[in-house]
């Protein structure tokens, strides 16, 4: 079983950028998909980004598209989430995940995904 550490987060001015990273311990990252989601303060939990095992396939929330990038190094058992252009609705605690289903991935909530990191905050002051 993958366990998850995220790091990266931080405290950025409107229109910054962020690069989070999520590293994985355990000897099968390269077979799962990885994800991330993002909590917010009163709100549910929301998708933002997800990678297949190669990383040649990719997928995005709509409010991230053209900003976010997910990226993966299978060889470091890392996965990245490049934040640019960053609006203060960005705001959120942000979870890696990983899963066997890609579909499951994308599905919106992230419900009964396999493993979670512990989330990193990221707050982005107007």
């Known amino acids: 079983q993958v366990q998850l550490v995220e790091s990266g987060g931080g405290l950025v001015q409107v229109g910054g950028s962020l690069r989070l990273s999520c590293t994985a311990s355990?000897?099968?990252?390269?077979?799962?998909?990885m994800g991330w989601f993002r909590q917010a303060p009163g709100k549910e939990r929301e998708f933002v980004a997800a990678?297949?095992?190669?990383?040649?396939?990719?997928n995005y929330a709509d409010l991230v598209k053209g900003r976010f990038t997910i990226s993966r190094d299978n060889a470091k058992s890392t996965v990245y989430l490049q934040m640019n252009g960053l609006k203060p609705e960005d705001s959120a605690v942000y979870y890696c995940?990983?899963?066997?289903?890609?579909?499951?991935?994308?599905?919106?909530?992230?419900?009964?995904?396999?493993?979670w990191g512990q989330g990193t905050l990221v707050t982005v002051s107007s």
């Open positions: 995940a990983a899963d066997k289903g890609y579909s499951k991935m994308v599905a919106g909530r992230g419900r009964s995904l396999e493993v």
């Open positions: 355990g000897r099968t990252f390269s077979s799962y998909v």
């Open positions: 990678i297949n095992w190669s990383g040649g396939i990719k």
